[in-house]
Protein backbone atom coordinates (compact mmCIF):
# COMPACT_ATOMS: atom_id res chain seq x y z
CA UNK A 1 0.00 0.00 0.00
CA UNK A 2 1.56 3.08 -1.09
CA UNK A 3 2.92 5.54 2.08
CA UNK A 4 2.78 9.26 1.28
CA UNK A 5 4.72 11.63 3.54
CA UNK A 6 4.54 14.94 3.83
CA UNK A 7 6.77 17.85 4.89
CA UNK A 8 7.58 21.20 4.78
CA UNK A 9 5.43 22.81 7.42
CA UNK A 10 6.25 25.06 9.99
CA UNK A 11 5.96 28.74 11.52
CA UNK A 12 5.39 31.69 9.50
CA UNK A 13 4.10 35.44 9.58
CA UNK A 14 1.47 36.71 7.91
CA UNK A 15 2.90 37.32 4.35
CA UNK A 16 5.28 34.90 4.52
CA UNK A 17 5.60 31.77 2.20
CA UNK A 18 6.34 27.92 2.58
CA UNK A 19 6.49 24.99 0.31
CA UNK A 20 4.82 22.13 1.56
CA UNK A 21 6.47 18.47 -0.35
CA UNK A 22 4.32 15.03 -0.07
CA UNK A 23 6.48 12.01 -1.61
CA UNK A 24 5.02 8.56 -2.55
CA UNK A 25 6.49 5.30 -1.50
CA UNK A 26 5.84 4.03 -5.00
CA UNK A 27 5.40 5.46 -8.43
CA UNK A 28 2.46 7.68 -9.08
CA UNK A 29 0.26 7.03 -12.03
CA UNK A 30 -0.69 9.16 -14.91
CA UNK A 31 -4.24 8.27 -13.87
CA UNK A 32 -3.92 9.21 -10.50
CA UNK A 33 -5.14 12.63 -9.00
CA UNK A 34 -2.91 13.85 -5.97
CA UNK A 35 -3.73 16.52 -3.92
CA UNK A 36 -4.07 18.75 -0.52
CA UNK A 37 -6.86 19.28 2.13
CA UNK A 38 -6.44 20.83 5.16
CA UNK A 39 -8.05 20.89 8.69
CA UNK A 40 -8.13 23.41 11.22
CA UNK A 41 -9.57 22.57 14.81
CA UNK A 42 -12.96 22.63 15.43
CA UNK A 43 -13.85 22.19 11.26
CA UNK A 44 -13.77 19.33 8.83
CA UNK A 45 -10.80 18.80 6.64
CA UNK A 46 -11.72 21.05 3.39
CA UNK A 47 -10.13 20.57 -0.24
CA UNK A 48 -7.25 23.20 -1.13
CA UNK A 49 -5.84 22.08 -4.07
CA UNK A 50 -5.37 19.33 -6.62
CA UNK A 51 -3.25 17.86 -9.82
CA UNK A 52 -4.21 15.31 -12.35
CA UNK A 53 -0.73 13.60 -12.61
CA UNK A 54 -1.27 12.64 -16.12
CA UNK A 55 -1.78 16.28 -17.57
CA UNK A 56 -0.68 18.02 -14.77
CA UNK A 57 -3.79 20.00 -14.78
CA UNK A 58 -4.30 22.18 -11.17
CA UNK A 59 -7.09 22.81 -9.40
CA UNK A 60 -7.78 25.55 -6.18
CA UNK A 61 -10.22 26.23 -3.79
CA UNK A 62 -11.25 29.73 -3.79
CA UNK A 63 -9.83 31.40 -1.05
CA UNK A 64 -6.28 29.83 -2.46
CA UNK A 65 -6.01 30.85 -5.92
CA UNK A 66 -3.72 33.48 -6.45
CA UNK A 67 -1.52 32.70 -3.40
CA UNK A 68 -0.67 28.66 -3.73
CA UNK A 69 0.70 26.72 -6.51
CA UNK A 70 0.75 22.86 -7.30
CA UNK A 71 3.68 21.21 -9.06
CA UNK A 72 4.37 17.73 -9.20
CA UNK A 73 7.58 16.45 -10.34
CA UNK A 74 7.39 12.79 -11.75
CA UNK A 75 10.84 11.88 -11.88
CA UNK A 76 10.54 11.38 -8.00
CA UNK A 77 7.07 10.91 -7.40
CA UNK A 78 6.70 14.08 -5.18
CA UNK A 79 4.00 16.75 -5.36
CA UNK A 80 4.41 20.08 -4.00
CA UNK A 81 2.16 23.17 -2.93
CA UNK A 82 3.86 26.41 -3.19
CA UNK A 83 2.15 28.64 -0.57
CA UNK A 84 2.77 32.78 -0.68
CA UNK A 85 1.45 35.69 1.03
CA UNK A 86 -0.10 33.26 3.80
CA UNK A 87 -2.73 34.16 5.85
CA UNK A 88 -3.99 33.51 9.77
CA UNK A 89 -6.67 31.36 8.51
CA UNK A 90 -4.47 29.22 6.53
CA UNK A 91 -3.28 27.42 9.67
CA UNK A 92 -4.16 24.12 9.68
CA UNK A 93 -2.78 20.72 9.47
CA UNK A 94 -2.18 20.17 5.10
CA UNK A 95 -2.81 16.20 4.16
CA UNK A 96 -1.61 14.60 1.04
CA UNK A 97 -3.78 12.48 -0.51
CA UNK A 98 -3.93 10.22 -3.51
CA UNK A 99 -7.23 9.82 -5.64
CA UNK A 100 -8.11 8.03 -9.21
CA UNK A 101 -10.43 10.99 -9.85
CA UNK A 102 -11.45 14.47 -9.76
CA UNK A 103 -12.86 15.93 -7.64
CA UNK A 104 -10.97 14.17 -4.64
CA UNK A 105 -13.16 12.53 -2.12
CA UNK A 106 -12.40 12.94 1.74
CA UNK A 107 -12.79 9.26 1.73
CA UNK A 108 -10.15 8.44 -0.60
CA UNK A 109 -8.39 5.70 1.20
CA UNK A 110 -4.68 7.26 0.62
CA UNK A 111 -3.45 9.42 2.73
CA UNK A 112 -0.23 11.38 4.77
CA UNK A 113 0.29 11.82 8.17
CA UNK A 114 0.09 15.76 7.87
CA UNK A 115 1.96 18.71 8.57
CA UNK A 116 1.01 21.72 10.45
CA UNK A 117 1.39 25.29 9.14
CA UNK A 118 0.67 27.90 11.46
CA UNK A 119 0.39 31.58 10.42
CA UNK A 120 0.93 34.03 13.28
CA UNK A 121 0.51 37.90 12.94
Known amino acids: QVQLVESGGGLVQVGGSLRLACTASERIYSSHVMGWFRQSPGKEREFVSAIRWGTLRSYYEDSVKGRFTISGEKATNTMYLQMDNLKEEDTAVYYC??????????????WGRGTQVTVSS
Open 97 to 110: ARDNSYPMSRTTKY
